[in-house]
């Protein structure tokens, strides 16, 4: 069994989370301080997926040969994500509203403590426009970018110069192959970061715990039990259905991700598991530079998982302070989340100052009840986590199938555990004008 476990990550995470449950409950005081292992963890794969990103974008796009197949997958990217993430926003919707939820809580604007708010509804007053987003997607300088770990910065300048690469040809052919031995050696960094993931897991685990106490990871009232129950209703019938469309089942899929998402339930970060997510997805048989357009273009702007939730907290908090929502009040709503959603990653506590901006732009709601949100905001990233983590893998074989860039007979042979998996450094790939046709 020890052997077993030694060899297996997915066991090594389990442990964690079963010992950091137990840690918190036994040990509270010293659990409490046990915060950093997970925010360490969370901090060593940060630091690497700007350089992941950079070197799969470029060595994807230059490996291509068609720039146009590049300009088709972007387009196909951003239509399958307005529609998913529409049909997100809608399902939380109507679950909030057929439900009900939040009513009969008669909560009285004067009994919300804007104290414990912070900054938090200011700075979503202060969320950029539509302009303004579409101007900080240029880096003031290429360092910059990277250095802030901006990803759709870096995404950008990675389109950019992995199109010059391809363009070139032959005579860039040397800066082609250091990019790709450079990578090789990033992901080998990654591999052994990834073996830190039961610990980082145990360490985040616990310190919630302590904070929170069992009965509240296992009650954490009717809004968190909803939002589950949409998110799983979401992952199991919409996204299930693109599953079956794009010719794969999404259990085994599921099954074949384990790993990594036990790591986002630990860390409550889908961050923490990108760069093996982008490994599994070309172990799979999906083309390099189809995932490396997807999953981080996917990262931002396909959030499935958070639009659930936020238009299932505005609903909520509406219901709470006895606000009456007309139709208009709910188109404006999604609307607005529709616009809202799309900045969310990468933006510090990104989750309450998104909904302060909605709450905001939507003036028959109340922003200070964002304080009903604040105690289960965590409980509630755990699940934004993960419906996130899956839609972006599924959105990456639905893209790839409707590209023809995916092996279905690999794919359905490492679904069903036929091709095996570890996870191993990524192999080079040849420049476009140097691969044999």
């Known amino acids: 069994m020890l052997r077993w476990c030694s060899r297996s990550i997915f066991l090594q995470v389990v442990l964690g989370l079963v010992l950091g449950i137990v840690c918190g409950l ?41 720039l146009k197949k590049v300009g088709r997958i972007g387009l196909k990217s951003v239509i399958y994500f307005e529609i998913l993430t529409t049909i997100a926003l809608v399902i939380g919707l109507v679950f909030a509203f057929t439900t009900g939820i939040g009513s009969g809580a008669n909560i009285h604007l004067e009994q919300l403590s804007t104290a414990d708010m912070g900054d938090i509804a200011q700075r979503g007053q202060h969320m950029q426009t539509t302009s303004q987003f579409l101007m900080n997607l240029i880096p003031t300088s290429v360092i910059g970018a990277f250095a802030e770990n901006n990803i759709l910065q870096v995404l950008l300048f990675s389109v950019l110069f992995g199109s010059a690469l391809n363009l070139v ?12 031995e450079l990578s090789h050696v990033i992901f080998r960094i990654m591999g052994m970061i990834v073996r830190l993931a039961p610990i980082g897991v145990f360490g ?34 919409i996204l299930g259905l693109v599953m079956r469309l794009s010719g794969l089942k999404m259990w085994p899929l599921l099954k074949y991700l384990r790993e990594e998402l036990l790591i986002v339930m630990g860390t409550a970060s889908s961050d923490a598991v990108l760069p093996q997510i982008m490994r599994k997805l070309e172990h799979l048989g999906i083309g390099s530079s189809t995932v490396g357009l997807v999953i981080p273009t996917g990262y931002s702007f396909n959030l499935d998982g958070f639009s659930i939730y936020l238009t299932l907290a505005i609903v909520f908090i509406a219901n709470a302070t006895g606000t009456p929502l007309a139709m208009t009040d709910l188109l404006t709503i999604l609307l607005v989340s529709l616009i809202t959603s799309k900045g969310a990653h990468g ?85 476009a004008h140097q691969q044999e046709f």
């Open 204 to 237: 985040a685990i616990a310190f919630t715990t302590s904070k929170y106490g069992l009965d509240s990871l296992q009650h954490l009232g009717s809004l968190v039990g909803l939002f589950y129950m949409t998110c799983v209703a979401f992952v199991t019938l």
């Open 347 to 431: 933006i510090p506590g990104s989750a309450l100052v998104i909904l302060a901006a909605t709450l905001t732009a939507i003036p028959a709601i109340p922003v200070v009840g964002l304080v009903l949100v604040l105690a289960v905001d965590w409980f509630m990233g755990i699940g934004r986590a993960l419906t996130n983590l899956i839609g972006n893998c599924v959105a990456t074989v639905a893209i790839a199938r409707w590209e023809k860039d995916i092996d279905i007979q690999r794919a359905n042979k490492v679904l069903s555990g036929q091709v095996g998996y570890t996870f191993q450094p990524r192999k080079p790939v040849a420049p």
């Open 169 to 180: 040809g032959e005579a860039a052919s040397g800066i082609s192959r250091l990019i790709n």
């Open 26 to 66: 036994a040990l509270p005081e010293y659990s409490a301080q046990l915060k950093p292992l997970g925010d360490g963890f969370i901090k060593l794969i940060k630091m690497l997926i700007g350089l992941i990103v950079f070197c799969v974008v470029v060595s994807g796009i230059s490996g291509a040969g068609d």
